[in-house]
Structure formats: C-alpha cells, structure tokens
C-alpha cells in the first residue's frame, strides 16, 4: 500500500509505520538542509540513525511529512518567506530534497524507486510517460523492471 512503508537508508528493511521511522539531515556550515534519510528509530536492537557524530543532529517522525500537512512542513523548508523570514531555512541539493519528497508524498514513488535503473529511464523516454505520475509508478513498481 503506498505511503504506509518506507525502504530504510541504513539497514535497507522496510520501515511498515510511520511513528518507529524518522527522517534526518544534516546542515550546511550556513545551516541549510542536505543529505535527508529515512531511518528506522534506534529502538529494539536496530541502530539505523547516523546520528549527531556524523552530522545528523536533527530528525522528526515519518508521520510529521505526511498527509497535507506533511507538504506543507516540507514546502516550508524551501519557502524563502515564511512568517516573516522566521521559519526561512534552505536546502542545498534540490534533487535530494526532490526525491525525498516524492518519497513521502507521491504515492507508489517509494515502491517503484528501487526500479529507477538505465532500463526504466531508457522506458520513460521511449513512452513519454511521466515518472511522477502515480499510475505509471505503480506500473514500476507491480513489473519491478519496464525491459520489453
């Protein structure tokens, strides 16, 4: 089901609820956001959090990214404006961002990612199709390879 599991960055097992994950970045000497990761909670004997020694100083819940309010936390990161400049933060590599958020907010984006190798690319071309459609990356994600 899409938006309900998420592949973790660290040990690569499946985070299947939003309140044992986390997403986590780290800043820029100017404190801009980079290097976002979708982690389980070091909890239960799993220790996936990079975690402050590696930069990794702040996190929140899945659950605070997703839904309507989950888009507009996340487009609060890329707002140069917001209450008066006093929530303004910045992300230094939008593709990253990008990615992160599809993650979270497009639905059959996390399912079909694993699948985003040359031949899917070389698919999407040749198709016309368009990659963040829902419908074609739940045809990603159901084949797990578009090779005809």
């Known amino acids: 089901m899409p938006l309900q599991s998420w592949r973790c960055d660290t040990c690569r ?3 299947d609820d939003a309140t044992l994950g986390i997403v986590t970045w780290r800043h820029d000497d100017d404190g ?9 909670k070091n909890m239960n004997g799993l220790q996936c959090d990079p975690g402050s020694e590696n930069g990794f100083i702040d996190s ?6 997703l839904g309507p309010a989950g888009l507009g936390e996340l487009l609060s990161w890329i ?3 917001r209450a008066g400049g006093a929530r303004a933060r910045g992300v230094v590599d939008l593709e990253a961002y990008g990615d992160l958020v599809r993650r979270l907010q497009l639905p059959f984006y996390e399912e079909a990612r694993p699948f985003f190798g ?20 739940k045809i990603i994600a159901a084949k797990g390879h578009l090779d005809r």
């Open 32 to 40: 801009c956001y980079l290097d976002f990761r979708i982690v389980h």
């Open 60 to 65: 929140l819940e899945i659950v605070n990214f």
């Open 13 to 15: 097992s499946p985070i």
């Open 118 to 137: 040359q031949s899917t690319r070389s698919w999407l071309a040749a198709d016309g199709s368009d990659p963040d459609r829902p419908d074609t990356l």
């Open 79 to 81: 707002s140069t404006s």
